[in-house]
């Protein structure tokens, strides 16, 4: 028996005394993102049975995206953004199963239990009355996070259809951030994301919104009158990408940028599909 399955044995009976009864999903994880215990609620919410939960086991025609259709990111680097921010975080997740689709909130909360950190996860369906007020913002930076970006990347194509302007999606990946963090411990690693969120947000119109969209990556929302991204992309690299001190070692950000601009007719899910395709596509050439 493994030090998991042990822990887990060990933790069941009382959870199972605490959380039987409720009415709102649960899971228990630990960083990983492994779920070490959950309740009968969970389960039915995620589709899965609750031995699947907690083996990471997942049928082939299940998955997990986010409101406009793209993949959510890996539930181990949700669960160490959580940890290490020690703030709560909250998620839209669409849940699919075969041909079958539910949408449900993910609230995100750093706990301790016997002494180690864990991450409590709450499930509710969006038809309860769940509050969305908390986790709208990045814990680390403090930027809009992935689900207020979404909500300001859709305004902006609303605009830009109506008014006859252009809205610009920016993607900015910070290239090797696993390793630096590997090398140099994820304290280091979140105060150089810090530093490049603030570079963004103060190297950049006010009235653009820049939004951490996910563990590696930034991204920038921009409404102009004509012309392409390129510009714009072309900035945020340009502020983004000077050397910094973190810590005693002086150190480049590695960055890859790619931008999307469209007249407003595109879909949320189509343009980012696209901005991704293209950051896809530099990592290949």
């Known amino acids: 028996m493994s030090v998991l399955d042990v822990a887990a044995a060990q933790l069941a ?4 005394e605490l959380v039987s009864g409720l009415n709102v999903g649960m899971l228990l994880t630990d960083d990983r993102g492994q779920v070490l215990a959950t309740n009968d609620v969970a ?11 907690l083996t990471g086991t997942r049928p082939h025609d299940w998955e997990v995206r986010d ?12 669960a160490g953004q959580v ?33 180690r950190r864990r991450v409590l996860v709450l499930l509710q369906s969006v038809h309860t009355d769940v509050s969305h007020s908390s986790g709208l913002l990045d814990p680390l930076t403090g930027l809009p996070g992935r689900v207020l970006l979404l909500d300001r990347l859709e305004q902006s194509l609303v605009r830009s259809r109506s008014r006859g302007t252009l809205s610009t999606l920016v993607l900015i990946d910070v290239q090797r951030l696993a390793d630096f963090n590997a090398a140099h411990g994820f304290e ?12 963004l947000r103060e190297g950049l119109k006010d009235e653009h919104t ?15 009158p004509s ?8 900035q945020a690299r340009e502020v983004a990408g000077w050397p910094m001190r973190v810590g ?7 960055l890859r940028v790619s931008w999307v601009t469209t007249d407003g007719h595109a879909s949320v899910h189509s343009v980012l599909a696209r901005a991704e395709h293209q950051l896809t596509s530099k990592v290949r050439s």
């Open 13 to 16: 009976p009382v959870w199972d």
């Open 83 to 115: 940890l290490r921010a020690g703030c709560p975080l909250s998620i839209p997740l669409v849940i699919i199963s075969g041909h079958t689709q539910s949408r449900i909130w993910a609230d995100y909360h750093a706990v301790t239990v016997g002494g």
């Open 227 to 234: 012309g392409t991204g390129e510009r714009i992309a072309a």
């Open 188 to 199: 280091r690693g979140d105060e150089m994301l810090s530093t490049l969120a603030g570079r």
């Open 43 to 53: 389960a039915g919410l995620m589709q899965l049975d609750k031995a699947d939960m």
């Open 210 to 224: 820049v939004a951490r969209y996910g563990g590696d990556e930034f991204a920038v929302v921009a409404e102009h």
């Open 67 to 78: 409101d406009t259709g793209s993949p959510m990111p890996d539930w181990a680097d949700l």
């Open 248 to 254: 005693r070692k002086r150190v480049r950000p590695g």
